[in-house]
């Protein structure tokens, strides 16, 4: 029997996964890569006019579903990470007061990540549960497994992938 493996863009099979997940609708910033493949996959997003917003849409989101359903994000990435330097008092607002959602921002290219770029883990440390660096293609379903178990399981928290 032969294996045909299907080939699709990272960020579409992340939406996918959202799908999955019953993610209903992603809130998101403007510039996030992340726009294209939501419309391309059919999942409705609620575009914000900043990255704190739109993690504040997603913590709300989380609160009014008691945890139930969670509210999931984009970011805008990049080298300098400035969209999650915007997001930062959001999502510790979310970790503070135990709120589970995903926010998901765009990747840094490997080539520039080696002392280049802003450190995300060691600046969001103390106000997400988990954060996860997606470094090859071929881990994203591994990489959205974990986050989604982090999300249903101990102390609630925004986590960042």
Same mark, same amino acid.
């Given at each position: 029997? &032969?294996?045909?493996?299907?080939k699709i863009k990272a960020h579409n099979g992340i939406v996918n996964i959202l799908? /999955?997940?019953d993610v209903n609708w992603v809130s998101t910033f403007p510039t996030s890569a992340f726009n294209n493949a939501l419309g391309e996959e059919g999942l409705p997003n609620l575009m914000l006019r900043t990255e704190r917003y739109a993690v504040a849409v997603a913590d709300g989101f989380s609160r009014v579903s008691n945890g139930k359903k969670f509210g999931v994000c984009t970011v805008q990435g990049g080298l300098n990470a400035v969209g999650l330097q915007m997001a930062y008092g959001a999502l510790a607002q979310a970790y503070e007061d135990s709120t589970p959602l995903l926010c998901l921002t765009? =990747?840094? &290219?490997? /080539?520039v990540t080696s002392d280049k770029r802003f450190n995300i +883990? &060691? =600046?969001?440390?103390g106000v +997400?549960?988990?954060i996860g660096h997606i470094n090859k293609? &071929?881990?994203?379903? /591994?990489?959205m497994t974990r986050a989604f178990t982090y999300l249903r399981s101990g102390r609630p928290g925004p986590i960042i992938l």
């Open positions: 029997m &032969e294996v045909k493996i299907l799908k /999955e997940e765009d =990747a840094v &290219e490997p /080539e +883990t &060691e =600046a969001f440390r +997400t549960k988990w293609s &071929e881990r994203i379903p /591994e990489f």
